[in-house]
Every structure is written in C-alpha cells, then in structure tokens.
C-alpha cells in the first residue's frame, strides 16, 4: 500500500491535479472582511471618501455552496476645490510655475490618486531634465484638507502640493539645503580603465572640452568617445544626456556597461564628471557544432566559427569573419551522389555610426538613436544539392532607433548574384515537373512518333515509356514547342507552362535591391504578455541599374532582357505588412494573433519573381496544417515540389496555456495561400482573381505542446487540414480531417 501511495497512478497524479486548474475555496469570513477594506481603499481612492462597504453570505443553494454577495454604497465623490503650493527651494520653484499648466491635478476636478502619482513623477522628470541632477521623488507631498467653512453636504478638499529640501543622511544626521541648478563642468573620460589603475600615472588629451585619460597609447579615436558621450560641458544637466551616455557607449559594442560619476564643484553651481570605460577583449572566437536530417538530407554534419574584431581601425568599428560547412549523406531519391557538401564564409563590419560620403547624418539622426552602418561581403557554394549553386551576396545598409519602440533599417544596397552550377539536373531534382513531362510524352501519339524515339530510356522504363535526362526532355520539349512533331494545342500549352517554370527557376539571378523595414514593439520585456508589434517593409530591385541603362547600352539576351555579363537584372517591387498583437488572459494563458500580407510585383525587366524573393506557405511558423511549399497557389493541388507565388495572405490565433510546471499547451487555427498576381502564370487555378479567390484561403487547425527550457522553447505541433481549396468545392471541409492527413511540425520558439 505504502509503494501504491507513492506511485504516479496514486501521488504523481494527485499531485498533478494540485498543480492545475483552482484548488477548491472555503468560505472565510476573514478574508472576506479583508476584500471589502480593498474595495474601500479602491474607491476612497478615487475620491469616494465616504464610501460604505459590507457583504451577505447566501448559503441556499446547493449543499455545501455559497455565495458571497458585496454591496458597495460610494456616495458624493470629493472635489480639489482649491490648489495651492508651499516650496521652499527657489529653483524648484520658479521651474515649477513655468510648467505649472501641465499639472495633472486640477481645480474642480473630482479626486483621483493616480493624478497625484502622475504628478509626482512628472514633477521628478522636469526637474531632473532641468538641472536638478540629485531631486528625490520623496521630497514631494500632499497635505488634503476638508473645507470645514462651507456644507457638510459639499464635497470640496483644499490640496497643498509641498515640495522640501534635499536631505542627506549622514553617518550620525540627517542635514538638509535647497535644491540648485547645475551646468555640467569638467568631463573626464577614461578610457582602457582598470579598477586598480592609478590615476596620476595616466597619460590624457584634451578633445572638445572633453579630457581623455589613457594608459600608454590612445587606441581609440577621441571623436570615436565623444560622439557616443551626450553630456556637455557648460549645458544644463539633463537625465536624458545620462541615460542617452549609458546606451551608445554600451551600443559601441567595445566596452562594457559604463560608470558614470557625478560631484559639485566648490561654488555648487556645476558637475565634474568622470565616465570610466572598461573595455570588452581585442578578440573573441566562436565555434558552433551541429547534426541534421531532413527529406534531402539523411545526415548532416555542420559546423560554423567566427571571429569577432574590436576597435578594428580606432572608431568602435566591428570586424567579424565567420565560415561555415554541412557535409553528409544524401537520402536515396535525391540524387544519383551519394555525399553532398556547402560552404561559405562572410565579412562584417559595423560602424557605430551613419556613414555615407558627403552628408552629414547627425543632423537627422543624431548619435542617441544608436545609428550603425553596416557593411557585409560573403559568398558559399553547394555541391550535390539541388542544381548545386555558387551564391555572392554584398549589403550596405544603416540602422538606428528613433525611439525605445520604433526601429529602423535601411540597406542601400542588397546585391545577389545566384549562379546555378548544373542546370541540367533540373528534371533530376523537380520530380513533379519531370512527372508532368512526361506524362505528355508518354501519349501513344508521341511514343509511336520515329522523329522522337531517340529521346526515351531504353530499355523502356517498368511504368512505360520514360524520357531521358536531360537530352530527352530537352528534345522532347523543343520538339513540341516549335511544332517539329505533329501535336495536341493543349499538351504544347502544358509544356510550355512546364518549360517556363524550368527556365525561371535555372536561370542565374542578379539581384540589385534597396529596402526599408520600420519595426514597432511596445513590449516592456520578454515576461510581458500584453503588447502588438508591427513590421512594414518595401524593398525595390532593379530600379537604378533601369536608370543607368538610359546612359549606358546595356547587352541584352535571347529574351530582349538587359544583362550584366549575360544575366539579366531582377527589377520588381515587393511591400510586406505584419502585425502582432499578445492579449494576456491572466494565469499565463495567452491569446496570439498574427496577420500578414506580402507582394511583389515584377515590371521592366521581369516578367516574374526570382525564387529566392518569392513566397511560400506551410510549415511550422505558418500554416501548420500543410508542410513547407506544398499549400498553393490558390486551389492548385501540390503541382510542384516547391509551390511559391508572388503574393500572400497569412492569419494565425493560437491560445496558449499552462499544463503542468515548464510544458505548455497550444490550439490555433491558421488561415492563407498564396497566388500568382501580374506575373507571367496564367494557370486561373493558381491566379489571384479578387474577392472570389479569398473563397481559396486555406484553414488548418490544431494542438501542440511546448517544452520551456527558459532560454528557448521547444515546440511539437499537430494540424488538420479543416478547408482545403485544393479540392473540389463540396470536399472541401473537413474531408481531411483526421489522424491519417494530419501533420506534425516541429519548432523551436514560439511562432509569432
């Protein structure tokens, strides 16, 4: 019996129940005396002073169940009636009647104690931000009196606002003296400190009325300290210089978290400050391991290493050098190799600051929005995978914070070049495109045809005739699209819509790109769990090498497209929108909504999106219910191995809650698809055609589970095909909705 009670079936159990849900609550007279002083407190707060509380216990229900019924009685709410101030300190007073008009607390208005708390701290900024480095927020008080001239009836309170001197404590007393308005005096700044470094043995420079100090050579430009340092000598002091100094020098990514020290000088009219700056290592290094599986991958072994450079050239700057690499086995159906290898390696640097030729910047974005300048050359190369690319990216883009909400990044320049090393493969790896080939070719109209006998495996295949790769389908498709073989009109159309996939997406990309991301979080920190975010980005390819083609003659392919060194320029607009919004439902239950709508819209030189700037839907941060690439374009049925489009709509509700100690629980319903819109697909199935095609949005629903492991979550996830546009329209709902069609997803992190 002993072992019994400690087993799961009996303990673990029951101590599971404990852990979920409410344990039962017993009436207690006690605590209800204990709520109705809260509701007094409440409502006395907001100026229903009178007010009058008492509770009635209904126990004629059921057995053993009662009610507890509160009655609140709040009467005539309490009025300022009249406002007046006693100051002592001069400075604080004279700051004070300039502002006054912005007080929160006003004459014949009822009484309300979070306007006295609102005013307190608005009084504690303003003098803060005005001089007064050292005010205490303790020194402000309130003494409410009852105007006892007039009717007991009337509810009207006198309010003094009482504002003392600074008060410092002592090792035996307390003494006290007027608060005064400082200007910021000497600023000393040490660099390369150490805490046991000795001061008069320091070398130092003056730069612009900062004093440098420094041991034995400065390796750091002065303007490099001072631009990141916002307190200035002779300025009024200001909270906000302080705190701006605290985040840019901790921003420059080469000292750590400053200190800051403040002193009056002998007539207590300014500040001497002393920032001292002790700084992070010259280098760091990095090395990353890992495995992985997937379809195309039986297993992969990874690795990444970087190395990180600080204070390459004097100004803060940031150097990083990272490579990496996966080598492994290939699955059986992937290809006819049995190893595959990538690789690649990057060049970053960061300027903590605006850098661009001949503007100055600071102006319009001044160094207290963090400003960097980012610089990135790579390049990595696959072998084995796919049609085996060789990839060359270049980034020149800026960042800065206009606010602790809103961030901004802008990349000037986003260069991609995509150069497809075996285009020949393309049927090897696009199983669906070479299914749908062939099923043309396999037609007795072209089988028995002598002019293209030459283009089928022989033997034949176990499942009929079968084009070679890639002679065969090659001939086969110019055979059919220049009329060189009697042919049906409808199987050229199906060629043609095949060949053209098969060009667009072997063809080599140059992608000559500019975009701008705007991002809005009011979250307070990673435990808030009552807050929206909003991204938008436009980005535009394409447009100046356009611009320059006026000027300089560019050469152009087969197509009439412009090339640069044969390849022609991707030109295209794409805009994106996000919006996050988190409802917490107390108890950590959460609501998680997630909107999101992107298009990109080729003109000029394209006629179509490169796959790489396309979209997508499925998977396991969209709509968990279809994997990756497989859900769309609009009600096409899965046609490619990879189905994208240009345009897309995606909605997420997940309700999020608690199961037991770190496991979480999840349900959601996930909404979208993608369509091809004024680009060059024609299929009606796949083409976004107004509100009739929001009929072709995909629903999937269902449940997962989350482990917390503090630092990440890893996340199962299970979903149903509920509305399917795929099938026909009186299959659609829920004739998928059962174990066998569903599909597990597996995460780390929560989705949005």
Known sequence: ?????????????????????????????????????????????????????????????????????????????????????????????????IHESESFILEKKQFDLVDFNNER?????LFRESGVYNFQESSISYDILRDTTISSDDQKMEVELNIGDLRRRGDS????????????????????????????????????????????????????????????????????????????ITNLNTFKYPNILFSEDSTRTKLNTEIYLATRPKFSWAFDFDL??????????????????????????????????????????????????EIGADINITFPRIWFPFVNWKKVIPYYMLPQTRASVGTSFQKNIGLDKQTFNAILGYNWTSNVSNKNSFELLNIQFVNNLNPERYYNVYQSSYEQLNDVASQPLYTGNPELEDFYVTPEGPEGPALEIPDGTAGFTDAILHDQVPTDPEDQSDVASIEERRIRLTENNLIFASNYTFNKNNRLNITD????????????????????????????????????????????????????????????????????????????????????????????????????????????????????????????????FPIVGDFKGAIFADAGNIWNVWDNITDPAAVFEGFKSFSEIALGTGAGVRYDFTYFVFRVDMGFKTYNPANLPSQRWFAEYNFSNAVIQIGINYPF
Do not use: C
Request: charged share 25%.
């Open 529 to 656: 769990e009552n807050f929206y975010s909003l991204r938008f980005k436009v980005e535009s390819a394409g447009a100046f090498l356009a611009a320059i083609s006026n000027l300089i003659e560019f050469d152009k392919n087969d197509n009439g497209d412009r090339a640069i060194f044969n390849v022609p320029y991707s030109q295209y607009v794409k805009t994106e929108v996000e919006y996050i919004k988190h409802w917490d439902l107390s108890r950590s239950n959460v609501l998680a909504f997630r909107g999101f709508t992107g298009i990109a819209v080729p003109y000029g030189n394209s006629n179509s999106i490169p796959f790489v700037r396309s979209y997508f839907a499925g998977g396991s941060n969209d709509n968990r219910a279809w994997f990756p690439y497989s859900l769309g374009p609009g009600s096409t049925n899965n046609i490619n191995d990879f189905n994208e489009a240009n345009f897309k709509i995606a909605l997420n509700l997940e309700y999020r």
């Open 1 to 97: 019996m002993n072992r019994l009670g400690e087993s799961f079936l009996v303990k673990g159990y029951s101590d599971w129940l404990k852990k979920i849900g409410e344990p039962p609550s017993i009436v207690d007279t006690t605590k209800a005396v204990r709520s109705l002083e809260r509701l007094s407190l409440y409502y006395g707060s907001k100026g229903y002073f009178n007010n009058n509380t008492n509770y009635k216990i209904d126990s004629s229900g059921k057995k053993q169940r009662a009610e507890i019924n509160y009655n609140i009685y709040l009467g005539k709410p309490f009025i300022v009636d009249t406002l007046t101030k006693k100051i002592t300190s001069k400075a604080i007073d004279s700051l004070y009647k």
């Open 173 to 248: 007393v307390i003494t006290t003296s007027e608060y005064r308005v400082f200007k910021m005096g000497k600023i000393n700044v040490y660099a390369d400190y150490a805490f046991d470094d000795n001061k008069d043995s320091l070398n130092s420079i003056e730069y612009d009325n900062y004093t440098i100090f420094y041991k034995n050579k400065l390796r750091y430009k002065p303007k490099a300290l001072t631009d990141a340092i916002f307190l200035e000598k002779d300025s009024l002091y200001r909270e906000i210089d302080k705190t701006r100094t605290y985040r840019q």
């Open 292 to 341: 992985t599986h997937s379809n195309i991958q039986t297993l992969g072994v990874g690795f990444s290493t970087s190395l990180i450079s600080r204070n390459i050239f004097g100004g803060a700057e940031t150097l990083s050098l990272s490579a990496g690499g996966t080598f492994g086995l290939l699955s059986d159906d992937s290809s006819t190799e049995d190893f595959f290898t």
């Open 121 to 125: 701290e608005r009084l504690a900024d």
